[in-house]
T-cell receptor
Framework: NAGVTQTPKFQVLKTGQSMTLQCAQD?????MYWYRQDPGMGLRLIYY???????DKGEVPNGYNVSRLNKREFSLRLESAAPSQTSVYFC?????????FGSGTQLSVL | EDKVVQSPLSLVVHEGDTVTLNCSYE??????LLWYKQEKKAPTFLFML????IEKKSGRLSSILDKKELSSILNITATQTGDSAIYLC???????????FGKGTKLSVKP
């Protein structure tokens, strides 16, 4: 099925561990995004990539790194996880403005 | 600083009621405004509004943008339990058209 695929769906980390969230889209979209969603905070942009080879910081980039591996794939890395990074993470892609979201990753950092 | 304010933050109604959800925004280089519905997982697209005063409709849902007042409303008539969700307002801004999301309105429809 066409769309945005995120892995994993669930993850539990200990403080200080690292991990990479993977995202791939098969709609030939130029732009890709990583958001986090916390209760009462709405969706906040972590990083985005307007096109292959470019990445830019969003509202809450601290503690994260990203890689736009190719047009299809955009990964989010937590180098040293902290409890404050416990959240639901969404990847999204867009051709112009309309965002299409992946199903989300629920991450808990203990 | 760009901001988006949605009201109310939560709302409980009974089936058959009509509801109006509000969104006001202040964003740099505004381009358009999108509404999303979020149930258990990822947000799903409802409407994109670019022109002021033109209502968009989809079944029992409708939405309109007022660029002069920097606001938008989302109406749902004859609500059903399946309308229970968080409704997110997201203006797009800047040259990249990035979306900034409000905190959402949590709608609960009781049978």
């Amino acid at each position: 099925n066409a769309g945005v695929t995120q892995t994993p769906k669930f993850q539990v980390l200990k403080t200080g561990q690292s991990m990479t969230l993977q995202c791939a889209q098969d709609m030939n979209h130029n732009s890709m995004y990583w958001y986090r969603q916390d209760p009462g905070m709405g969706l906040r942009l972590i990083y985005y990539s307007a096109s292959e080879g470019t990445t830019d910081k969003g509202e809450v980039p601290n503690g994260y790194n990203v890689s736009r591996l190719n047009k299809r794939e955009f990964s989010l890395r937590l180098e040293s996880a902290a409890p404050s990074q416990t959240s639901v993470y969404f990847c999204a892609s867009s051709g112009q403005v309309l965002l299409l979201f992946g199903s989300g990753t629920q991450l808990s950092v203990l | 600083e760009d901001k988006v304010v949605q009201s109310p933050l939560s709302l409980v109604v009974h089936e058959g009621d009509t509801v109006t959800l509000n969104c006001s925004y202040e964003v740099t280089n505004f381009r358009s405004l999108l509404w999303y519905k979020q149930e258990k997982k990822a947000p799903t697209f409802l409407f994109m509004l670019t022109s002021s005063g033109i209502e968009k409709k989809s079944g029992r849902l409708s939405s309109i943008l007022d660029k002069k007042e920097l606001s938008s409303i989302l109406n749902i008539t004859a609500t059903q339990t399946g309308d229970s969700a968080i409704y997110l307002c997201a203006p797009s801004r800047g040259s990249q058209g990035n979306l900034i999301f409000g905190k959402g309105t949590k709608l609960s429809v009781k049978p």
